[in-house]
C-alpha cells in the first residue's frame, strides 16, 4: 500500500496511464474495484463503478477512467488506469484505434464504433499527443478458465499479433492480469504463487502472449465477498505495483532519465 502510495512518475509526467484492454466481463472493472477498495481501505467493499461497464451485446465502448483517491492522505493518486473493449469480430474495436488510445491520440471520453475508426476531425482526436497522452503500460486482462480465447476471437487473431508486434517495436511494456485465478484449483488463494494449478494457466498465458512470466498477474478480484480481506487487498496492489514499475521504467527510458548526454555518442 504504502509503496503505491508513494510513486511517482518522473518529472513533467502527471499521471501514470495504464490501458486494460480485454473482453466483456473479463474483470477489467473488477480489478478497478477491487484496487479502489484496497486503496480506500474503509474496511468495506466499494460500490461496483459503472464507468468501466459494457454489456456483451454491446458494439461501443467509451474510453474512460476515474480517479484512485487514499484514504491515508485524502488526495488523487497519480494513476490513470483506461478501460478497452478488447479485440472481437463482433462486439470488440477496431486495431487502429488501439493502436491510437496507446499513442495518445484519443481523450477520455470517445466512444468507439466497431465498423470504423476514430477520425481526426472528432472532437475527442488529439491531434499532437505527448508522452503525457500515452500509455505508459497496457494490460490484457482474461479469465482463468481460458485465457487465450479470452484474449481474442480466433478470427481476430492476426490482428492481434500485428498489434503485439507494433507496440513491442515501441517498447511499450505488455502485461497480462489472469482473473479468478482462486477457481482453476484447490490451493488456497494465499499460496497462489506456490500453486502448480496456478502456473499452469500462467504459463499458458505467456505461451500465447509470448511475453515474461513475471508479467503474467494472477488475480482474483472480489465479486461475492461482503467484507475486503487481507489476501485480496495484497493481491491487487502487488499487481498494481507491478504495473507501476513497468510503466516507470518505460517512462524513464522514454525520458533518458539518469542517462549521460553523452552516453550514445
Same mark, same amino acid.
Given at each position: 500500500m504504502q509503496e503505491v502510495i508513494e510513486k511517482k512518475p518522473p518529472e513533467g509526467i502527471g499521471y501514470f496511464n495504464i490501458l486494460l484492454l480485454g473482453q466483456a466481463a473479463s474483470g477489467k472493472s473488477s480489478f478497478f474495484n477491487t484496487i479502489s477498495t484496497a486503496i480506500a481501505n474503509e474496511k468495506r467493499i *466499494?460500490?461496483?463503478? &459503472? %464507468?468501466?461497464?459494457?454489456? /456483451?451485446s454491446s458494439v461501443t465502448s467509451k474510453l474512460q477512467t476515474q480517479p484512485l483517491k487514499s484514504h491515508s492522505t485524502g488526495s488523487t493518486l497519480p494513476i490513470r488506469i483506461y478501460d478497452c473493449r478488447g479485440l472481437h469480430k463482433s462486439t470488440g474495436i477496431p486495431t487502429d484505434d488501439i493502436q491510437k488510445v496507446v499513442q495518445g491520440h484519443i481523450k477520455p471520453g470517445y466512444t468507439f464504433n466497431t465498423y470504423e475508426t476514430i477520425k481526426e476531425k472528432d472532437p475527442f482526436y488529439r491531434s499532437k499527443p505527448g508522452l503525457n497522452d500515452a500509455i505508459h503500460c497496457l494490460v490484457y486482462v482474461?479469465?482463468?478458465?481460458?485465457?487465450?480465447?479470452? *484474449?481474442?476471437?480466433? &478470427? %481476430?487473431?492476426?490482428?492481434? /499479433?500485428?498489434?503485439?508486434?507494433?507496440?513491442?517495436?515501441?517498447?511499450?511494456?505488455?502485461?497480462?492480469?489472469?482473473?479468478?485465478?482462486?477457481?482453476?484449483?484447490?490451493?488456497?488463494?494465499?499460496?497462489?504463487?506456490?500453486?502448480?494449478?496456478?502456473?499452469?494457466?500462467?504459463?499458458?498465458?505467456?505461451?500465447?502472449l509470448?511475453?515474461?512470466?513475471?508479467?503474467?498477474?494472477?488475480?482474483?478480484?472480489?465479486?461475492?465477498?461482503?467484507?475486503?480481506?487481507?489476501?485480496?487487498?495484497?493481491?491487487?496492489?502487488?499487481?498494481?505495483?507491478?504495473?507501476?514499475?513497468?510503466?516507470?521504467?518505460?517512462?524513464?527510458?522514454?525520458?533518458?532519465?539518469d542517462t549521460p548526454e553523452d552516453f550514445y555518442d
Open positions: *466499494l460500490e461496483p463503478l &459503472s %464507468v468501466l461497464e459494457s454489456s /456483451d482474461a479469465k482463468a478458465d481460458n485465457p487465450s480465447e479470452a *484474449l481474442t476471437d480466433e &478470427s %481476430v487473431k492476426q490482428q492481434f /499479433d500485428k498489434m503485439r508486434s507494433d507496440l513491442c517495436k515501441i517498447n511499450v511494456p505488455q502485461m497480462a492480469l489472469i482473473n479468478m485465478i482462486d477457481r482453476v484449483g484447490q490451493e488456497k488463494l494465499e499460496d497462489v504463487f506456490w500453486s502448480k494449478s496456478v502456473e499452469n494457466v500462467c504459463e499458458g498465458a505467456r505461451r500465447f509470448c511475453l515474461p512470466l513475471n508479467h503474467i498477474l494472477p488475480m482474483s478480484c472480489y465479486y461475492n465477498e461482503i467484507r475486503p480481506t487481507i489476501v485480496k487487498d495484497t493481491l491487487a496492489l502487488f499487481n498494481l505495483n507491478s504495473m507501476l514499475y513497468s510503466a516507470n521504467d518505460y517512462l524513464n527510458a522514454k525520458m533518458k532519465i
